[in-house]
Structure formats: C-alpha cells, structure tokens
C-alpha cells in the first residue's frame, strides 16, 4: 500500500521560504523518481519540479527555476522541496508522486496521491 505524506507547508508572506517534505511508504524508494505538483485554488495540476530516483538529474517549471531546490534522502524515503522567495502566485496545494513528470497534462497518469500540504503566500 503506497503511501505519502506531504508536510512543511503553511502561511507565509512574500519573499518568504519553506521546505516541504514528503514521506514516501508501499514502494522501493529509491528506484522511484519523484515530482512535486500543485494545485492552486480553482486551478489544474501543474508540475513543479521532478528528480530521478538517484537524485542526479532534477528539474524545474520555469516560474519556480533558480527559487526551489527539489532533493532526496533516499536512506529515509524521504524527498524534500526547499522553496524560496516565495510569491503569492506559489499559493497552491503541493503533492508528491512517484514518477517523473514535467507535462502539465501526463499527471493525471499519476497512480498515487497523498493529502497534500497547504502553501499560503500572501500579505
């Protein structure tokens, strides 16, 4: 039984920071690639960042390149999002699922969802 469990998440104003974490249970970790999505209210899916299961090969949407840093810890299941100078348009709902994904419209491909953490940004 997959499971995942996003944390970190919560209020914070412009220009602030967080770093998300995500527990990963119910698969071989480390031979699983990982993405970041989010939602934003009224809005769709949208990829944020992605990392092979190693680690060695990361990327990034454009509106989040050179502010978040994706990473893993793969002797503690666990894959990290550290994001920076965070803007109002970063207020979404943020996930974590197996695979590699970096096209909007492929995540509903995605088999696993956990109950995602709230990212607030705002004034």
């Known amino acids: 039984q997959v499971h995942l469990a996003e944390s970190g998440g919560g209020l914070v104003q412009p220009g602030g920071s967080l770093r998300l974490s995500c527990a990963v249970s119910?698969?071989?970790?480390?031979?699983?690639?990982m993405t970041w999505v989010r939602q934003a209210p009224g809005k769709g899916l949208e990829w944020v960042s992605a990392?092979?299961?190693?680690?060695?090969?990361?990327t990034y949407r454009d509106s989040v390149k050179g502010r978040f840093t994706i990473s893993r810890d793969n002797a503690k299941s666990t894959l990290y999002l550290q994001m920076l100078s965070l803007k109002p348009e970063d207020t979404a709902v943020y996930y974590c699922?197996?695979?590699?994904?970096?096209?909007?419209?492929?995540?509903?491909?995605?088999?696993?969802w956990g109950q995602g953490t709230q990212v607030t940004v705002s004034s």
């Open positions: 699922v197996p695979g590699y994904y970096y096209i909007d419209s492929r995540l509903v491909r995605a088999d696993y």
């Open positions: 990392i092979t299961s190693g680690g060695s090969v990361t």
């Open positions: 119910g698969l071989t970790f480390s031979s699983s690639a």
